[in-house]
């Protein structure tokens, strides 16, 4: 590839960085993206004063710190989701009614409840947080210590700023006064917002890419809103199933607003998942894992 304004990746450029994508988060990048992946690509390309699309794609698989740098803001400008507080008013009745109720059922202690829930995919940290706000909120006898809140995401740099929890108006648009009060601090100049110590240390946030096995404690409650419909039928059927493997039996998986199950058959008879509600299905409870917790 020989220098060029910087204009529309061509075939050849774009098929790179497209097989780049794949093989490194399983993103799925339809032709028609080109013109959304140039014109992305180009901000990063200005920002380190470089030439041409070749000499990204150099920077990006060269290895060392500057890869190891860069790949955050090019998974940042690949995935970007718009994201913020409290997203869909009926997921979080849901989660702070029936979903309560179900779980104390299935999954009863005498200590007070003690669930895992995942936050896969977690971006910036406000699904997880908005969780561990519901759950304080919801829950008479919440115990941090016993309701394990994770988030993941494989953007290094949107989980610095998940882990900094400090977001502008945008963020917070759908979150009430009284929460806002309650939850956050709000910076007099800046006038942004900081999530406050007692919902901050109730989440982990750590790294992970969901086509890998996720080692550590399984969940009863996993979200995956708003990211498979980056991938295609295998990296869909791969996640779920590395899901799957890390979900107690009778555990809840929470999809996003594109249900993927209900799209086409083959992942439907592919992968076993109880339908429960419209995105949201519970793994199936086997003879021999009845009453498991």
């Known amino acids: 590839m020989k220098t060029h304004s910087l204009q529309t990746l061509d075939k050849r450029e774009f098929d790179l960085f497209r097989e780049f994508i794949y093989k490194e988060c399983g993103i799925s990048l339809a032709e028609t993206k080109v013109a959304l992946l140039s014109n992305r690509l180009r901000k990063r390309i200005k920002v380190l004063n470089l030439e041409t699309f070749e000499d990204y794609y150099n920077v990006l698989t060269g290895g060392g710190s500057a890869a190891d740098e860069e790949m955050g803001h090019f998974l940042s400008a690949v ?69 394990k809140i994770v988030g993941t995401d494989i953007s290094r740099r949107v989980l610095e700023k998940a882990k900094n929890a400090v977001y502008d108006d945008y963020s917070v648009q759908k979150t009430s006064p009284e929460i806002r009060s309650k939850y956050f601090d709000q910076d007099s100049e800046s006038g942004l917002w900081k999530v406050k110590p007692l919902i901050r240390n109730a989440v982990e946030f750590r790294f992970h890419n969901l086509r890998d096995r996720f080692m550590g404690a399984k969940f009863h409650v996993v979200f995956l809103r708003n990211v498979m419909m980056y991938f295609d039928l295998e990296m869909k059927l791969r996640v779920l199933e590395r899901i799957k493997e890390v979900m107690h039996p009778g555990g809840v998986l929470i999809m996003g607003d ?36």
């Open 79 to 147: 995935t970007t989701n718009e994201t913020y507080f409290f997203r869909n008013d009926g997921l979080w009745e849901f989660v702070s009614g029936e979903l309560i109720q179900y779980l104390e059922e299935k999954f009863p202690s005498r200590s007070g409840p003690a669930w895992n829930f995942w936050s896969a995919a977690s971006s910036s940290g406000e699904e997880a947080y908005t969780l561990a706000i519901v759950l304080r909120e919801a829950l008479p006898g919440y115990d941090p210590k016993k309701l």
């Open 258 to 293: 594109v249900d993927p199950m209900r799209q086409g058959g083959d992942l439907k008879e592919r992968i076993a998942l109880d339908y429960w509600k419209p995105t949201i299905y519970r793994v199936p409870v086997s003879n021999s894992s009845q009453g498991s917790s």
